[in-house]
Each structure stands twice: as C-alpha cells, then as structure tokens.
C-alpha cells in the first residue's frame, strides 16, 4: 500500500499529536509525584514535632468499639498529633498562593493528608492515563521498532488489584 505525501505527512501528525499527549501525562506525573513527595515531607516534619510515627498511636477503642455508637469512655488522640497540643497554631502555606497562615496543629496534618489522598487518587488516574496513551501508540505502530505490540498490550493489561474470589 503506497502512501501519497498528504496522508503520509497526516500520519506523521496524528502520531506526533499522541506522542505530545503522551509526553503531557508523564510530564504530569512527574510534577504529581513531586507534590506527594512534598506532603509527605511535610507530614513527617509535624509527626516529628508531635514525636510520633505514623503508627505509634493506636487507638485503643477501635476493635473494641467497632459498630457501637455510645459516647466514647476516653478521649481518643489523634494517631498524628499524639500527646502533642492539636491547637498549637502551625505555619501552613496554602496551596495555590504564596501566602502564610497559622493554622491549627491539628487542621494542618489534616488538610495534608487530605490532600495526600487526593494526589494519590489523581497519580493512579494518571497512570492510567498513561497506559492507554502507550498502548494506542503501541497500536498504532509508533512504538513497533523499539518494543513489540505485544509486550506493551501486556504491561497495559497487568492489574493492581488482586482478582475476587
């Protein structure tokens, strides 16, 4: 099958277009796993001042207490503020502005491991993302000098998730 120059150089486009959508995700990726890394950072730092690990404070009435709705017995901590006072006011940067604000001890971590879970959410949607952009590239014959199609569907196809018995 001969390819004219038009539809050839069409190709060309339409390869370099996914090839740019591909490069935009991972590129994407790097700058999400940057900001995980920096909460993460950030997280240890304040488990640092409270003196505690992220597992360091179990909470007591948690197996005992499962599916009874009474008034606890105990005040139950926090498994990151410990002991530590939860209203010592903590310097936060707010996301999104170059702007200070004294925020709770306790709001704090929170808010960072909020937003930790919603970067973790968004990094698995990404690769994803990614995933599919190899595999139709893979598809589309770019990648047939380099890695064979097979191989790629593989990796594509290969799941996280243990299967439900």
Same mark, same amino acid.
Request: with cysteine; hydrophobic share 40%.
């Given at each position: 099958?001969?390819?004219?120059?038009?539809?050839? !150089?069409?190709?060309?486009?339409?390869?370099?277009?996914?090839?740019?959508?591909?490069?935009?995700?991972?590129?994407?990726?790097?700058?999400?796993?940057?900001?995980?890394? !920096?909460?993460?950072?950030?997280?240890?730092?304040?488990?640092?001042?409270?003196?505690?690990?992220?597992?360091?404070?179990?909470?007591?009435?948690?197996?005992?207490?499962?599916?009874?709705?009474?008034?606890?017995?105990?005040?139950? !901590?926090?498994?990151?503020?410990?002991?530590?006072?939860?209203?010592?006011?903590?310097?936060?940067?707010?996301?999104?502005?170059?702007?200070?604000?004294?925020?709770?001890?306790?709001?704090?971590?929170?808010?960072?491991?909020?937003?930790?879970?919603?970067?973790?959410?968004?990094?698995?949607?990404?690769?994803?993302?990614?995933?599919?952009?190899?595999?139709?590239?893979?598809?589309?014959?770019?990648? !047939?000098?380099?890695?064979?199609?097979?191989?790629?569907?593989?990796?594509?196809?290969?799941?996280?998730?243990?299967?439900?018995?």
């Amino acid at each position: 099958m001969e390819l004219d120059a038009k539809k050839f !150089a069409e190709l060309l486009e339409k390869y370099e277009a996914e090839g740019d959508e591909f490069l935009l995700v991972r590129n994407q990726m790097v700058e999400n796993d940057r900001e995980r890394n !920096a909460n993460r950072e950030a997280l240890t730092a304040l488990r640092k001042i409270a003196r505690t690990t992220k597992t360091s404070v179990p909470c007591p009435f948690d197996s005992v207490m499962k599916g009874v709705s009474t008034k606890p017995l105990v005040q139950e !901590a926090c498994s990151t503020c410990g002991s530590h006072d939860p209203s010592e006011p903590t310097w936060l940067m707010l996301p999104g502005a170059d702007l200070f604000a004294a925020v709770p001890f306790h709001a704090a971590h929170t808010m960072l491991e909020k937003d930790g879970e919603k970067m973790e959410f968004e990094s698995k949607k990404l690769q994803s993302l990614a995933k599919e952009k190899a595999l139709l590239l893979s598809e589309l014959g770019v990648l !047939a000098d380099s890695v064979p199609r097979g191989v790629i569907r593989s990796l594509v196809a290969l799941n996280d998730k243990p299967l439900a018995k």
